[in-house]
Each structure stands twice: as structure tokens, then as C-alpha cells.
């Protein structure tokens, strides 16, 4: 008797096409259909995508903080590449179904569009003051150790929480808070600058809880984006 071998067909993006193949398991099957099907979205919504690129030009106030991510042009392509993968990455497996989701973006496309691009210019702008503080609180004590030490673990912290790919880490409902945690690391900074031992006081409270967390995620190995959100 000879072994049987299991096999899941999906789709796969093929340059300007999308192709059928067979994957070794579900889970590869499902991440390569999803991408072949918003490559073929694409392809057939290409003119309201390209009015959509216009749309998603950042406003002059971004400017400031999203020189830390490579510039309004980065930025904006960012944004434009987050939301195809919320749109237009599906399982979709009947040409009604396609057709169907295709009409969906159309009526869609461009309140997401918006709405994800004012999120990103709040989250750009409270960065920027964040940073901002920073460069002051370290100009100001350019001799004290403890607060420059704080200003750099806090920088380090910036740079995990919001990385240069940011938007296409979390979701919308996930991106709204960042305002808010930026906002924190702020308020931590200036606190820590008149006090910095009791902000190291607080971080060793934490510094077990961090570190569980630390092995918790490599025990797991790789995992996808935090886009548990749609929009």
C-alpha cells in the first residue's frame, strides 16, 4: 500500500496573474490564496485604485513625523498598501463571491481610505512630539546620566512600538491607540527627567512581566502581523 499524499490547491500571485498550485499544508494554502486573490482585485479595480493614490496625500502637519519614516512619499505608500491587504486580502473562492466583494471595495474604498490616513497623520504627529521632547529633555541634562539612559530606553520602546512599517502591523482599531501610548511615553519622559529613580523603580516592577512576554513570543516562532482588525 502506498502512503497517501495530501495536497491543498490555492492560488498563488504570478507577476500580473494569479496561478493555481498545490501547498504541503492549509495554512500555507490560505496565505497564498488570500495574496492571489488581492492581486486579482487589484487588476480589476486599477482605475479606482489609481484615483485612490491621489486621495491619500498627507497634509503639511505630517510632514514633522513622518520624516522618521522615510517621508510623505513612504508614508503615503504605506497607507495605500495597509489598506489593499485589509480590502482586498480574501478568501474568496467563487467568481460571485469576487464580483461581489469587488462591488463591496468600489462602495468603500475611499471612507476607509480616509479614515486610515487620518489615523496615520494623529499617530505621525504624536510621535513627532514624543521624539521632540526627548531631543529637549536630553539638551537640557546633557550631563545626567540616569535621564539620558531613560531618554534612550524610551527611544528603544518608540522604535518597538511604532517601527518604520507601522501601518501594516496593526489594525485600524489597534492604530487609534497609539496616539494615546505615544502620549504616555511623553508624560514618562518628563516625569523621568526630574525623577529617573523612580521611573527605574517602576520599570524593574515590570521587567519580569516583559521578559515572560519576550520568551512567550519566541516560543511561538513566527507569527503574522497584528492586523486583527478589518476595516
Known amino acids: 500500500m502506498t502512503d497517501r499524499l495530501l495536497a491543498y490547491p490555492a492560488l498563488a500571485p504570478d507577476k500580473d496573474s494569479a496561478t493555481l498550485r ?7 494554502a490560505l496565505a497564498s490564496h488570500e495574496k492571489g486573490v488581492q492581486l486579482l482585485l487589484t487588476l480589476h479595480l486599477a482605475k479606482d485604485l489609481k484615483h485612490l493614490r491621489k ?28 489598506l489593499l491587504r485589509d480590502l482586498l486580502r480574501k478568501n474568496v473562492r467563487t467568481k460571485q463571491e469576487f464580483l461581489s466583494h469587488a ?13 486610515l490616513k487620518n489615523v496615520v497623520v494623529r499617530i505621525l504627529e504624536a510621535y513627532d512630539r514624543t521624539r521632540s521632547t526627548l531631543h529637549i529633555i536630553e539638551k537640557a541634562n546633557p550631563s545626567n546620566g540616569a535621564v539620558l539612559a531613560l531618554c534612550s530606553q524610551i527611544r528603544k520602546e518608540l522604535d518597538s512600538l511604532v517601527p518604520r ?37 517602576k520599570a524593574a516592577q515590570i521587567e519580569e512581566f516583559a521578559e515572560a512576554l519576550l520568551k512567550l513570543k519566541e516560543s511561538l516562532g513566527p507569527t503574522p502581523p497584528l492586523r486583527k482588525g478589518r476595516l
Do not use: W
Open 22 to 28: 498545490l501547498f504541503r499544508t492549509s495554512q500555507q
Open 55 to 82: 486621495s491619500l496625500t498627507l497634509p503639511s502637519e505630517a510632514y514633522a513625523g513622518a520624516r522618521y519614516f522615510g517621508g510623505m512619499d513612504f508614508v503615503e505608500k504605506l497607507i495605500y498598501h495597509a
Open 103 to 115: 462591488e463591496f471595495c468600489k462602495t468603500v474604498l475611499f471612507e476607509k481610505a480616509k479614515e
Open 165 to 201: 512599517n507601522f501601518p501594516d502591523l496593526y489594525s485600524v482599531e489597534d492604530l487609534t491607540h497609539l496616539p494615546r501610548y505615544l502620549r504616555a511615553f511623553e508624560v514618562r519622559a518628563e516625569r523621568g527627567a526630574h525623577y529617573p529613580e523612580k521611573d527605574n523603580i
